[in-house]
C-alpha cells in the first residue's frame, strides 16, 4: 500500500476526493490517499508542502504559481477546477461601508500572507483602480477569526469564496457588499516534486481516479441535496453554484499560466516569472 498525503480546504469543491476516499476507489489500487482540511487555505498549503506535512494540495492557482516562483519545490500537475472561484467581498453586518467604493482605505482580513484572500485583495483593488500599495492586511487565520475581526474593527472587510461565506451572510453576521471572481481557473493541483520522482505512477493513479469522479460528479443521485447537507448550504444556493462551477482534467496551459504570471507581476506580488517547465509537470 502507497501512503501518500494530500491537503484541501473543507469546501465543496474537494467532495469529489472525500466520495472517492469513502468508496475505497483509491485503496482499491493500492493507494492509501490520507486527507488533511485545511481551514487556513492557501498559503497554509503552500507551507505544508515545504515542509513535507503533505505531497499534494489542491490549491488556489495564483497562490501556489506564487509560491513556486519563490522556491516552493513542487509542481502543478494538472487544473482540478476549470471555473473562476467567486469571491465575496463582506463586511460586518453593521458595518457603515455599503459600497465596494467605500472599502478603498480599509483594512483588510487575510487568512494568512500569500494566501488567496491577500492575492485577491490586489486582484480586486486594481480592478477598481486603486493604488495597491495602500493595501493594509490583518492576519486573521480562518473564516471564524475573520468573524471577530470585522465584528471588533481590527479590519473592515474579508474576502472568501461566496458560497462557503452565505450562511454568515444569511444570519445576519456579514454583508456581501461585491463579487470579485478570478480572471483564472481557480484550483490546481500541486504535487511536491520529490514525491513525483518517487511515485510519479502513483500520482499518475490517483489523478485518473478523481478525474472520473469529477467528470460524473455533477450527475449522481441528490448530489445538490448531499453538498447543502454537508456544506451546511441552502439547496437553492447549491444547485447555482453546481451551474457555474466546471471541473477539470487537463494540465495548466502555457498560456493560462503566463496570464497568472503576467498579473501577479504586473501587481509586483511576484518579482520575476518562473518557466512552463519550472512549474508545470505534464505527466
Given at each position: 500500500?502507497?501512503?501518500?498525503?494530500?491537503?484541501?480546504?473543507?469546501?465543496?469543491?474537494?467532495?469529489?476526493?472525500?466520495?472517492?476516499?469513502?468508496?475505497?476507489?483509491?485503496?482499491?489500487?493500492?493507494?492509501d490517499l490520507q486527507w488533511t482540511d485545511v481551514p487556513e487555505g492557501t498559503g497554509k498549503m503552500c507551507q505544508m508542502l515545504r515542509d513535507s506535512e503533505t505531497d499534494i494540495a489542491v490549491i488556489l492557482s495564483e497562490g501556489i504559481v506564487k509560491d513556486i516562483v519563490g522556491g516552493n519545490p513542487c509542481k502543478i500537475v494538472q487544473v482540478y477546477v476549470e471555473s473562476p472561484l467567486v469571491w465575496g467581498i463582506h463586511v460586518d453586518a453593521k458595518s457603515k461601508y455599503q459600497t465596494l467604493s467605500d472599502l478603498e482605505n480599509g483594512k483588510v482580513a487575510i487568512s494568512r500572507l500569500g494566501s488567496g484572500s491577500q492575492l485577491m485583495a490586489y486582484v480586486n483593488a486594481n480592478n477598481q483602480g486603486w493604488n495597491t500599495d495602500n493595501l493594509k492586511f490583518e492576519i486573521v487565520n480562518t473564516i471564524d477569526g475573520a468573524v471577530e475581526s470585522l465584528a471588533n474593527g481590527t479590519s473592515d472587510y474579508f474576502m472568501w469564496e461566496k458560497f462557503m461565506t452565505k450562511p454568515l451572510v444569511d444570519k445576519g453576521i456579514f454583508r456581501k457588499v461585491a463579487d470579485c471572481p478570478t480572471p483564472w481557473p481557480c484550483f490546481v493541483i500541486a504535487v511536491r516534486e520529490e514525491v513525483l520522482k518517487k511515485h510519479l505512477n502513483t500520482i499518475a493513479q490517483i489523478l485518473e481516479i478523481i478525474n472520473i469522479k469529477t467528470q460524473s460528479f455533477k450527475e449522481i443521485e441528490g448530489i445538490d441535496s448531499i453538498l447543502a447537507e454537508k456544506y451546511h448550504q441552502k439547496i437553492e444556493d447549491i444547485q447555482e453554484w453546481l451551474s457555474i462551477t466546471e471541473w477539470s482534467q487537463s494540465e495548466l496551459s502555457n498560456e493560462m499560466l503566463n496570464k497568472i504570471q503576467n498579473q501577479l507581476f504586473d501587481l509586483k506580488i511576484i518579482d520575476k516569472k518562473g518557466t512552463f517547465a519550472k512549474i508545470v509537470k505534464a505527466l
Open positions: 500500500m502507497k501512503h501518500i498525503k494530500i491537503a484541501g480546504v473543507p469546501e465543496h469543491f474537494n467532495l469529489p476526493w472525500h466520495l472517492s476516499i469513502d468508496n475505497g476507489e483509491f485503496e482499491a489500487v493500492g493507494i
